[in-house]
């Protein structure tokens, strides 16, 4: 299934991080960067150092897809701080260390991880949205 908007909404984002995969190269990219998140969690320093090298390969590739699917945004565009690919890769990396916090953490700590990732889910929406109509636009771009 290709989904027809450029950018995917949160639930989707979050759900291509646990697993549930279309046929988007954003959703998949998603995935691939969780789980790089997941494996990174217990590797080694050698292999993390390799991990990171795959992640900043991947967030480059969606940073250039997004590039190309944007309108162009307005003149008065407030730039953000982030690029996409920055963005789902902290919704990765926050979904790993949500499900291990499930799998093994205080309650704190739970809430915590679940806390960070809500709130970036959310920040991410906005990004989106804004990004879509021209009212932010994304560092390095027009």
């Known amino acids: 299934m290709t989904l027809g908007v450029p950018l995917p909404g949160k639930n989707l984002i979050l759900a291509a991080c646990r697993g549930d995969v279309h046929d988007h190269p954003l959703l998949r990219s998603a995935r691939e960067l ?3 998140h997941e494996l990174r969690l217990g590797a080694s320093r050698e292999r993390t150092d390799e991990i990171d090298q795959e992640r900043a390969g991947l967030v480059r590739a969606v940073d250039q897809w997004v590039a190309g699917q944007l309108p162009p945004s307005l003149g008065a565009a407030r730039v ?4 996409v690919g920055a963005v789902v890769d902290r919704l990765g ?5 949500a499900f291990a916090a499930l799998a093994g953490g205080s309650n704190s700590e739970l809430g915590d991880a679940w806390e960070r990732l809500a709130e970036l889910a959310i ?4 990004l989106k949205d804004e990004v879509l109509v021209g009212r932010r636009r994304l560092p390095g771009g027009p």
């Open 80 to 83: 953000h701080t982030e690029t």
């Open 34 to 36: 969780a789980e790089l």
């Open 123 to 126: 920040g991410y929406e906005d």
């Open 93 to 97: 990396q926050f979904t790993a260390c």
